[in-house]
């Protein structure tokens, strides 16, 4: 099947071959030809990224043009550039591309119909082809037979870019063109560029169309009572949202429109690093066939992989349909929410396990979005690190952040949503010094939440933080949730407590006053 809108119109031409839409074996099938990586016991392809194992922000930028310059929130996260580089760019990359092989898909972003987009993938790697199958939402044919994209995303990891010759930092880059309605990515093979790429273009869209685009996990009870889980990779929002009791609507980003909630994507990417089939179980079984694992350490003899293994890196990952999920809701979308978390890894360990937030707090802690990059999720990140990403997702949010929380807050009143702080970090002393949360804990934690029977516990004040911590939890232990007891020296607690709340204070200057 030939595509039905000319790749020409990407600036692509005097191609080898173009192979478009192929199922999945095929796919693969190129990739064993290709030694793009191997085939492990559990059935998923490995494969090694190289140099880049998780996202490079430094790299990424946004052409500064007629539509992006009065809306973009410009500064070190959405880095301007200038669109002559970009084309001279774009001239290179696709000038590699001549007489080589390209894998391309047309599918679409965004389950809701309504505000769904069009895009097409065009891939270097046959493997990265079977991550967007995974990643996106599958046209039918005959949707292919007058596709016509939105947006385009040429992916080629092995052109590198010339770094300063380029007007760029490295030979890496990642550049969103809003005029061409194209992403070109180069230099890197780490499949969390193309997601967060086109993520990266929604969330910057669909304000305009009065839906607030959210860096989250979602899932839905029986009673069609809805649960989003804010949070940045590594703080839980894949595991604690996979819930055998709940059906799983997303794992990463959603829109909440007039009617509902809706996932952007068709699958998930999970981190591998310390997985277990008794903690989570549902991301262990759809480590199978159709998945694509990056820098996970396989055994050469038995190929059997080694999640606790982190000789690549912290920031393992895999990526699998989600109809992996025995339970997940196909399509992705349900009605208004009744709960937020926002998780956070506190580094200090001084934050209690949870706390219900006042909708002044829940503004406040959306708007500083604090919690700690975990090792490996960006390249150069070793150890946790205490960081404030705004809206528990700055990398991806192009807007300023008030249009986000203008838009929650409204959201919040509307629907009457119940908002709550849970600390998936540290306790009894800072990193290095206290032990991590257990997630079984927190799993008690967030089903209390869900069920509402954290409503009942009663609550006491933190004057600190100006939270409100249940006196209880069924299934935690009462000590953990006042987190000044769990320290050997009270004291030392008080100054680390104070500490944090200097950088929160300073962090939120550029917010006051805040969204009413």
Known sequence: MEPHYPLEKAGIRNLRSVFYNLSIPVLFEHAFLKKEGILTKPGAFNVLTGRYTGRSPKDRYIVDDAITHERINWG???????????YKLHERLTSYLQQRDVYV?????????????????????????????????????????????????ICAPRFQAKGKEDGINSEAFVILNF??????????????????????????????????????????????????????SGTGKTSLSADPTRRLIGDDEHGWSEQGVFNFEGGCYAKCINLSQEK???????????????????????????????????????????????????????GHPQVVMFLTADAFGVLPPVAKLTRK???????????????????????????????????????????????????????????????????GGPYGVGQRIDIGYT???????????????????????????????????????????QWQNPEEYDQKAKELIGRFEENMKKYQPLPE
């Open 105 to 153: 898909y047309d599918g679409y972003v965004g389950v809701d119909p309504q505000h769904r987009m069009a895009v097409r993938f065009i891939n270097e790697y046959a493997y990265q082809n079977v991550f967007v199958q995974n990643m996106f939402l599958e046209a039918t044919p005959e949707e292919l037979a007058h596709f016509v994209p939105d947006f385009t995303v």
């Open 179 to 232: 005029t061409e309605k194209m992403v070109i990515i180069g230099g890197t093979s780490y499949g969390g560029e193309i997601k967060k790429a086109i993520f990266t273009v929604l969330n910057f869209l669909l304000p305009q169309a009065g839906v607030l685009p959210m860096h989250c996990s979602a899932n839905v009870g029986e009673k069609n009572d809805v649960a989003l889980f804010f949070g940045l």
């Open 76 to 86: 070190s996260v959405n880095v301007p550039i200038e669109a002559e580089k970009f």
């Open 443 to 485: 799993r008690s934690i967030v089903q209390s939440i869900v069920d509402g029977s954290i409503e009942s516990v009663g609550y006491r004040e933190d004057t600190l933080f100006e939270l409100l911590v249940p006196k209880s939890v069924p299934g935690v232990p009462p000590e953990l949730l006042d987190p000044r007891g």
């Open 361 to 427: 707090m829940a503004i406040y802690h959306f708007l500083l979005g604090y919690t700690s990059k975990l090792a490996g999720t960006e390249r150069g990140i070793v150890e946790p690190q205490a960081t404030f990403s705004t809206c528990f997702g700055a990398p991806f949010m192009p807007c300023h952040p008030r249009v986000y929380g203008e838009m929650l807050g409204e959201k919040i009143d509307r629907h009457g949503v119940k908002v709550y702080l849970v600390n998936t970090g540290w306790v």
């Open 280 to 334: 989570e179980p549902q991301i262990w079984e759809a480590i199978r066939y159709g998945a694509i694992m990056e820098n996970v350490v396989v055994d050469p003899d038995t190929r059997v992989p080694d999640y606790n293994d982190n000789r690549y890196t912290e920031n393992t990952r895999v990526s699998y349909p989600i109809e992996f999920i025995p339970n997940a809701l196909i399509p992705g979308i349900a």
